[in-house]
């Protein structure tokens, strides 16, 4: 007894020890790893870009020029204009900010639905573990794509509802690996001790349970991020995500497929900015995956 | 084993119930009425409403959700699924044409990727460290780092527009003609690529585990071919996380073609979804859902079944 209390005494102490050999190992596999490093650069130009959009872009995005449509890109335009005479560059940079809006958005939705219902399941167990994950089970009926079509169609192609559909998106593959490393956590000792000297059950489950499932949650979600943004996009692209006018890259993709015979770069540039930011998510997700969780590798 | 089988089939049944059900009334508590979408209420002419009232009887919409529920469940039950509201088609022999369009691009699809996906994982693991590993690591993130729906735009540009060697849309027959099997050709590879670079990134790290292990050394050791070591022990040790693969992939080729033939304009099943989805087709929407779900379960469900033939461990668990 009074040797659990002395572990559960120490517990933060060597949370902390391993965070910080985690940020070590982190720092150490990004600067070993120059795609990565490059991935994580070019992460924080798009950011940056999109945060900043009204002072980097050089017009604003909805300007048109009927006598500049379908430009190719040139000194005034390096990105050329799309079938409105809009440029095409301003365009991306305030598309980048709703694309990743909704990413981000939907992912961080993913992570809290998710955790919640993997935690809710993995700790209390028995009918409630049964009905969070029949209801997981029921998310897992359909490909991702469909659930979150599906979800748009039906609701409306709202950002808000965007953000729910990649909610629901994320959130099963979340709410298993969290259940999963509940189930594996709560037989531990550290965990028994932290009951038998009186810990509340929120208490066990905030203070113990989900610091211990963060690294595998935080791997989880960097990845998320490039399926819910390669996921965005293709709603945009299959006409049920955001509406014109409004600039988002999946949707810029396909309004420029209509002249992609005369106007490849409509459908270039949109499409090779998606493919990059994915694969930036993708480099530093696995780099995260590698310093902070090895046994995933 | 069939006690196992049994089980889980039966634990399918509500899985599968669960998606339709909710399929179905998140379908109808959300406002839009498909009859409005089909006759704008603007719609000049005397007889609109009374026509779109019509409408609305002949398919039920006009009785209580529960009604609706109830009969809707009695006809999925008996393997009827209506008639779609914008064609006025049986949704039955809709699926009846286009379910084989939908597996005579999944298939080969699916074996393409899971061969390529097997093969760059086996080649990443076998050759770590080399410019092998590198090269066909570099490919898997490609693969899922690619939009499919890009690259598709991208293969019809190069491939059909540019240098005009394929068709850059629809289908053009039956797979073992020469016209079919060059319409199918762009979307089987780009509905792969994807899931290929899934498999291979999984297959690496699978092998991984196992590549380490101290019967591999020894195998090694007592001057085994490095091919049979391969063949015999790593890839047999890692066996059910390839049957786990393929279920994956399964998953990834058939959630892929919802947009592959959209964007190629292949009349299946994933394209008949966006249309009925769009156009708010309850029907059509309904009846490939459960298509859809009752797939993706049998695939797990068998998937499931092979990994408990192969690892009998599994069943007793």
Redesign the interface.
Known sequence: MVDSGVRVARWPGARAGRSSGALLRLRRHLAGNRLALAGAAYLAVVLVAASTASLVAPYAPDKQDLLSRLDPPSSQHWLGTDEAGRDELSRLIYGARVSLFIALGGTAGGVLLGTALGLIGGFFGGSLDHLTMRLVDIMYAFPGILLAILIVAVMGPSLVNLIIALTVFSAPTLARIVRASVLSLKPREFIEAARAIGATQPRVVFRHLVPNTLAPIIVHATLSVAGALLTAAALGFLGVGVQPPTAEWGAMLSAGQEYMRNASFLVTFPGVLIFLTVLSVNLVGDTLRDALDPHLR | MWSYFLRRLLLSV???L??VT??FF??RV?P?DPVALLIPPDTPGPSTAAVAARIRHEFGFDRPLYEQYAVYLRQMASGDFGRSIRQNTLVSADLGFRVPNTLELGIPAFVLSVVLGIVLGTVSAVRRGTWMDGAAMASA??G???????LA??L??ALA?WVPLLPPSGWGGPAYTGAGLRHLILPAVVLAFGSAGALARYTR?SM?EVINHDYVRTARAKGLRESAVILRHVLRTSLPTIITLLGLGF??V???T??VE?VFGWPGVGRY??SG??G?DYPV?QAT?LL??VS??MA?LLTDLTLAYVDPRIKYQ
């Open positions: 509500p899985t599968v669960g998606a909710l399929v998140v379908m959300v839009g993130l490609f899922v780092s690619v939009p499919d729906f890009w735009l991208m019809i540009l527009l790290s991984l998953g990834r058939l959630g892929g919802v947009i959209t979804l966006v989805i769009n708010r929407v859902v859809v779900a993706f379960v797990n």
